[in-house]
């Protein structure tokens, strides 16, 4: 049963560049998320983890959303990631995305503490509901305990659900655990269960599943959307072993730093390659390498517009 | 040696007191701060980890420190939390401290991405120093790995002290391993060394240290003032001793909403027992065990003002 609350599709989880004074690169921003939806992404998720949100103040993630809508990028197709780790700031950012009619938020729980119970999970989550106070909200739950050091178990899920079954939307899995993503849909049928890692959208769909919001869409969103369009046939076993190759040689780069260096060799715009501090680009061998690594997979990213 | 650039002394990392619709109970928190440096403590940092700080907003802990100065507190008496994940929110925050007059800043990494370098943390701290551009900056690093998940070791505190030293004030070792806080005291003598757990505070001034940053002081100023002035002598051990029990009783329960639990219980004020999402009080069991343990070792607050 696919869920009738939220969306579905290919998701990019878009990359954040920057010029030379670390501030946002909005025209670079705003072409990229054109060639995105223009070349098969039917959404893009901005500020997740490799869009490297943690990094960007409340203000500039508002200025950047209000910007790409202003350029003609429909709200409808943006989701905006909102999780701040101090409650009031979650609200306000989700607040701002319902009000510029943006698909759905995806959440990070608060990230500071650690070993927190679901009780205080839960009052969190319907503090942000009640406080935002929109019934046009769609949250999206972002797993990512490697990172947030904060899980959201079934538990949980189900107790959100039963308490807002029309804004708790749905969920980004990005533990990388297929076996956690596989009890969401079995015990959740309905829900908007998206994955991080595109090897399992196949599975994914296969459940019944809502798509993937992912990091590789920004260097390959044609093969994937293909990928998402023909799951149920044989004919997506290229499409899919392509992104299994593809993923596993930048997700070794590490990933987000991957993504930028093959973006920027590709367009040969630098501010793929400018990264707010703490995080670094890859170093010039580190680079080189993946470069040539993913070149000689023949892989080549879909033309410009 | 001494340091020369920063404070020294006994430091309470003061809790945050809420009213019952999560806002911060401003009146609570100025009478807390003025019997805290009534009553024994040289100072104040707001907003570390016992205060929660990473669940308050950039505006919320700008207000909050304005209105303790329009209260009468000496702002030289304050030092403030800043670090927040996204550099910009830490400049902001940072350059309102020292335009208040605040004696420092407590700074913790950026704390959502994991398995940071050195060279991207160095960038995070240089950036930072360079954007508030103000002399009267004094910096101290927050370690606390065990939930920022990023760790300043002996390498990175070397660089940041060569390129800043008018700056970088000093640390506050949170994170409970004494070893790790006597070799920054044997590598860096004159850095600015706090402790946060009070049985090591003797052994630091010891090895000439800056004394305690700490949760203990916001129920035990009186005796951990004394503690601080008394190290060199026999009559220590008496203090020494109250404060290591009372910590291990604390601790235990968790540490901050024990603290809270003892502060209600002994001013009679709520405020103390309610507590931002997702942080939750303790629960009544453990609300009660907690006072009735405390209670038999026979210690009681210092008197009100």
Redesign the interface.
């Known amino acids: 049963m696919p869920s009738t609350l939220g969306v579905r599709g290919l998701f990019a989880a878009n990359l954040t560049p920057l010029l030379p004074d670390?501030s946002i690169d909005t025209e670079t921003l705003i072409a990229h998320c054109r060639w995105l939806l223009a070349r098969g992404c039917h959404g893009i998720a901005l500020f997740g983890t490799t869009g490297?949100g943690?990094?960007?103040?409340?203000?500039?993630k508002k200025a950047a959303l209000d910007d790409l809508i202003a350029a003609g990028i429909p709200a409808n197709t943006l989701m905006l990631g909102t999780g701040?780790?101090?409650?009031?700031?979650t609200v306000?950012l989700t607040s701002h995305a319902v009000a510029r009619g943006c698909c759905g938020v995806l959440t990070l729980?608060?990230?500071?503490?650690?070993r927190?119970?679901d009780?205080?999970?839960f009052?969190?989550f319907?503090?942000l509901v009640q406080r935002v106070g929109d019934e046009k909200l769609r949250l999206y739950l972002y797993h990512i305990p490697?990172?947030?050091?904060?899980s959201f178990g079934l538990g949980l899920i189900e107790r959100l659900l039963a308490a807002f079954p029309q804004v708790i939307a749905g969920i980004k899995d990005s533990s990388g655990d297929w076996s956690n993503t596989k009890a969401i849909l079995e015990n959740f049928p309905g829900f908007g269960t998206f994955t991080g890692w595109d090897p399992y959208l196949r599975d994914l769909l296969r459940l019944g599943g809502a798509g993937a919001i992912s990091g590789m869409p920004n260097i390959n969103p044609t093969g994937l959307r293909r990928l998402y369009e023909t799951w149920a046939q044989p004919e997506s076993d290229a499409d899919h072993r392509d992104a299994t190759r593809l993923i596993e040689l930048v997700d070794a780069a590490p990933p987000t730093a991957g993504l930028r260096a093959v973006l920027a060799h590709h367009t040969g715009r630098e501010s793929w390659l400018i990264r707010?501090?703490?995080?670094?680009p890859l170093d010039r061998e580190q680079h080189d390498a993946l470069i040539r690594a993913v070149g000689e997979t023949g892989f080549t990213l879909p033309p410009p517009l």
């Not at 707010?276 to 670094?280: E, G, H, S, Y």
């Open positions: 670390l490297e943690p990094s960007f103040s409340v203000a500039e701040c780790s101090a409650l009031p700031e306000e729980p608060p990230f500071y503490f650690k927190l119970g009780d205080g999970l009052r969190y319907a503090e490697q990172l947030s050091g904060v707010r501090p703490p995080l670094q």
